[in-house]
Nanobody, 128 residues
Framework: QVQLVDSGGGLVQAGGSLRLSCADS????????MGWFRQTPGKEREFVAA????????YYADSVKGRFTISRDNAENTVHLQMNSLKPGDTANYYC?????????????????????WGQGTLVTVSS
């Protein structure tokens, strides 16, 4: 059973940085892609970033390319999202996710129903 715990959200001014973390207690962490999604009230959850099972390949939404960096540590069963140059439009609840696929691109392109597990979410608020 996969259990994901998100952390690291908070309030930051536009242009600032935050680092989100996700700890996975499951036994399959090192075999699947991991990712981050975000959601604001009244909108669908959207893909942000994903990283392949071995950490070699990454895939990003166009809106965050060049500003966000996803990384993982398979020895610690953790995945991180470094968010730089934050904008008010980045304000959302951010959710860690475990894919059923090993590749980052699959996680970014497949429906939300293919996500095996979700974190509880961590709120990121960017003030102007």
């Amino acid at each position: 059973q996969v259990q994901l715990v998100d952390s690291g959200g908070g309030l930051v001014q536009a242009g600032g940085s935050l680092r989100l973390s996700c700890a996975d207690s499951g036994r399959t962490f090192s075999t699947v892609a991991m990712g981050w999604f975000r959601q604001t009230p009244g909108k669908e959850r959207e893909f942000v970033a994903a990283i392949s099972w071995n950490g070699i390949n990454t895939y990003y939404a166009d809106s965050v390319k060049g500003r966000f960096t996803i990384s993982r540590d398979n020895a610690e069963n953790t995945v991180h999202l470094q968010m730089n140059s934050l904008k008010p439009g980045d304000t959302a609840n951010y959710y860690c996710a475990a894919s059923q696929f090993p590749t980052a691109q699959a996680m970014g392109l497949m429906p939300l129903s293919t996500v095996n597990a979700w974190g509880q979410g961590t709120l990121v608020t960017v003030s102007s």
